[in-house]
């Protein structure tokens, strides 16, 4: 028998639902169905996300500082990781929304709220140790695939470096941008005054520019 996509959506989350009309409401934006959109769930799994992500951050990495782990925090649960883990679970295709919002799905907005949303219903499913899971299980993956930094990221390193010694932010500028079976993105990051410029690559540009500057505060003068 073959699953359908909410049966996908589910696995990929890591619960099924006992009450359907949780995730259907999860899944609803306002402008489908404004008295029966996730407006109010997304208001509840913001702060559960949050607090779920602070317990873990506390709990499994004891080495961090309190503002390495606030800024851990923020880079997990800002809409860019949100919208990672929204796509890797194929959430986008099954929300429920005006057709006049469709070419809006990619929206970082429309999918992170909908991500929380859904969190939130879990916890309303199932109760908050199985909620915790499944956030905590979502966000490790984001760590261990190097898409989400547990301390400063190498750009902010080198930005804060800089900064302290008076010396101008370095600048980025994409080369080249892959082939789309490849995904390869090429990045020089430069610092002129003193007189370094490197190239890092990554399967986004994001990561290319992160590659870029570790490798030019690696020459930076200390």
Do not use: W
Not at 27 to 50: A, P, V, W
């Amino acid at each position: 028998m073959s699953s359908s996509p909410t049966d996908a959506l589910q696995a990929k989350l890591g619960h099924h639902f006992t009450d359907a009309r949780l995730l259907l409401r999860a899944l609803t934006h306002k402008s489908f169905d404004q008295k029966h959109s996730n407006e109010r769930l997304e208001f509840l799994g913001d702060s559960i996300l949050n607090y779920c992500v602070a317990e873990m951050l506390y709990h499994r990495y004891e080495s961090l500082s309190e503002g390495e782990m606030s800024r851990t925090r923020a880079g997990l649960v800002c809409h860019e990781s949100l919208v990672m883990i929204a796509n890797r679970i194929g959430l986008a295709p099954l929300l429920r929304v005006a057709e006049s919002y469709r070419g809006g799905l990619s929206r970082e907005s429309i999918l992170s709220d909908a991500l929380e949303a859904l969190f939130a219903a879990v916890q309303l499913d199932a109760g908050h140790e199985k909620a915790k899971r499944i956030i905590e299980a979502h966000m490790i993956a984001l760590l261990e695939s190097g898409q989400a930094e547990l301390r400063k990221d190498p750009k902010t390193s080198l930005q804060e470096h800089l900064q302290a010694r008076a010396i101008p932010v370095p600048t980025y500028e994409m080369l080249t941008k892959g082939e789309v079976d490849k995904r390869q993105f090429t990045v020089t990051c430069s610092i002129p005054r003193l007189s370094i410029k490197t190239t890092g690559t990554g399967s986004n540009r994001k990561q290319a520019e992160k590659d870029a500057a570790a490798k030019a505060l690696a020459l930076c003068p200390k």
